[in-house]
């Protein structure tokens, strides 16, 4: 009895031990992550930045809620979710209470790996499966377009999440389950403008987080990208984006991208809520980016929409 009892304290300890380790930011970044520094004597270029920051529409989530002045990135929004409420944080250049001491170091890792300046994890409420895919130089222009916007005072509240999800240290768990650490490769049997569009859909303009459904633990079911999905928030259905019937099939890239640019469809609808917040930013690209990203959604392979959309 009491070597058995030894041995469970054992398996005790060593679970214990395996978890620590397994869940450490750590032990993503040996195992995984990528090397993403930009080189040191290149000077970030702002405005593909700014062309960057409306591709990933920062301001649809990180925009104070009700203020006219959407490039005040001082948070706030409630993001709901079947995890519990997400409080989305001030990323403006606020030196306390958002991103205004982070590095370029700090910002690259929190968007290809999802871990703050302080070793913690971040919720994958955050898109960094996304984000992942952009290159350091990029991201190193993206930050420093950042760094211009104002300063927002005041933090954010804590989130919202019940037993076990309020456990942070599990992200790490999850991290090496569904994060692969790739950054964006072409497809040199591609053009340069699709291969643009795919660059900008999968990366900045995490297209894919939304219309996509997820599976028990709140990763993307691969054979489902882009085709539809229940609204995390409860609000219905997120549409499906493939060309196939129940989704954007029949339509033009110019009409695709014309969408993108003033919201309007083929059928003289309009798109409004979440998808309406996507064209004010969308709306800012150069036609050339919208074009590349029609061009992109509708390479995709067509898929049967979400049932909940029939």
């Known amino acids: 009895m009491r070597k058995a009892l030894i041995g469970l304290v ?10 620590v380790a397994l869940t450490s930011p750590s032990a993503y970044r040996f195992i995984r992550a990528e090397a993403h520094t930009p080189d040191a004597n290149r000077t970030p270029n702002a405005e593909n930045g700014r062309v960057l920051f409306f591709a990933g529409g920062c301001t649809s989530c990180h925009a104070v809620p009700n203020n006219d002045d959407k490039l005040r ?22 030196k306390q209470d958002g991103i205004g001491s982070w590095t370029t170091a700090d ?13 913690r994890h ?4 955050f898109p960094y499966t996304s984000y992942q895919r952009m290159n350091a130089e990029d991201l190193s222009d993206l930050f420093a377009f950042m760094q211009t916007l104002p300063a927002v005072e005041g933090r954010v509240r804590d989130h919202e999440l019940p037993f076990p999800f309020n456990i942070r240290r599990g992200i790490g768990l999850w991290k090496l389950a569904f994060l692969d650490g790739q950054v964006f490769t072409p497809d040199a049997s591609k053009s340069a403008s699709l291969n643009r569009g795919a660059y900008l859909v999968n990366g900045p303009g995490h297209c894919v987080e939304c219309h996509s459904e997820r599976n028990v633990a709140g990763a993307i079911i691969e054979e489902r990208r882009f085709a539809g999905g229940p609204d995390p928030e409860g609000r219905g259905v997120v549409p499906n984006i493939t060309p196939h019937q129940t989704g954007i099939g029949g339509w033009s890239p110019e009409e695709l991208a014309t969408l993108l640019k003033t919201g309007e ?8 809520g979440p998808m309406g917040a996507v064209v004010a930013n ?8 919208r074009q590349a990203m029609a061009e992109y959604l509708l390479s995709l392979p067509p898929r049967q929409g979400f049932k909940g959309a029939e």
């Open 107 to 119: 910002f690259i890792r929190a968007m290809r790996e999802g871990v703050s300046p302080d070793g």
């Open 282 to 289: 969308t709306a800012q690209l150069p036609d050339a980016d």
């Open 10 to 19: 054992a398996l005790i300890i060593l679970g214990v031990i395996g978890f």
């Open 73 to 94: 990135l001082g948070g706030g929004y409630a993001l709901k979710s079947p995890f519990g409420t997400f409080h989305v944080p001030n990323i403006s250049a606020h």
């Open 122 to 125: 971040y919720y994958p409420a």
């Open 265 to 272: 469809t083929p059928l003289f609808d309009t798109v409004g």
